[in-house]
């Protein structure tokens, strides 16, 4: 009883109080066997708009990357959209990665190290847009990854970048859908509005479908966040009380 009690002191306590509610669900998916590529597709259904600090993302985990939790051994990467303090953006990252390639391609530190390929980006509330991560070239120097974007209305397709992984990163064997805000706001009340889909999770040129592993809400806003999952089709809805009719 008493863990009940503390359990529901915090939840009110944490939606009146500043806080960063980071990841807000993560839906973790296992491959069957390792996938040289993987894309899904990914629709804002409800745009928050520039400045919401919110990032929806596909992160995808290399074949070799330990188990355990360590940062300089982890071998894994993201993709997706940003609503930025100032931008929107897209942006395709690979830790502990050796050099890029492409368009405002730079390292990052903070939480781990590796490379970042991200740029302006003006998605358009209700437009599709399909992503892709898949292999390239691999030799005894590291393994090169590129990741793509595609606007499925107009069809216009855009490189993010190319990253090198270390060696032997092996292929992709998990894959998690996350949707983030990573800024202080001044409590879970004051979350924007969004509401996002996933769907369409793919492997190998759309030949592998994955089985699915857990559903996670790890943040400290637990009723500003309310998921609807249909196999691999997922909606999302955050903030704003959940907006309502």
Known sequence: MMIIILS??????????????????DIWYQWQAPMSDVSFTLTIESDPGIG???????????SNSP?????????????????????????????????????????????????KCLFKYNFVEKVPYKFTVRSLESDVTGDWWEGIVKNMKTGRETIIGRIKSPPKSGEIKESVFFDEHYEE?????????????????????????????????????PKDIKSKIDGLDIEVETGGNLKGP
């Open 8 to 25: 529901l002191f915090f939840s009110v306590f944490s939606s009146a109080a500043p806080v960063t509610p980071y990841h807000l669900m």
């Open 52 to 62: 919401s600090a919110y990032y929806w993302s596909h992160y995808f985990v290399f």
């Open 67 to 115: 188990e355990k939790d360590d940062d300089d051994a982890l071998r894994a990467g993201y993709m997706g959209l940003q609503t930025d303090l100032d931008e929107k953006r897209v942006i395709f990252s690979v830790w502990n990665a050796l050099e890029a390639d492409g368009k405002g391609c730079q390292t990052f530190d903070g939480e781990g190290i590796g490379y």
């Open 185 to 221: 706001i001044s409590s879970c009340a004051a979350l924007r509005y969004a509401k996002v889909r996933f769907a369409d999770l793919r492997g190998n040129s759309g030949q592998g479908i994955p089985s699915f592993l857990r559903y996670v809400e790890p943040s400290p806003c």
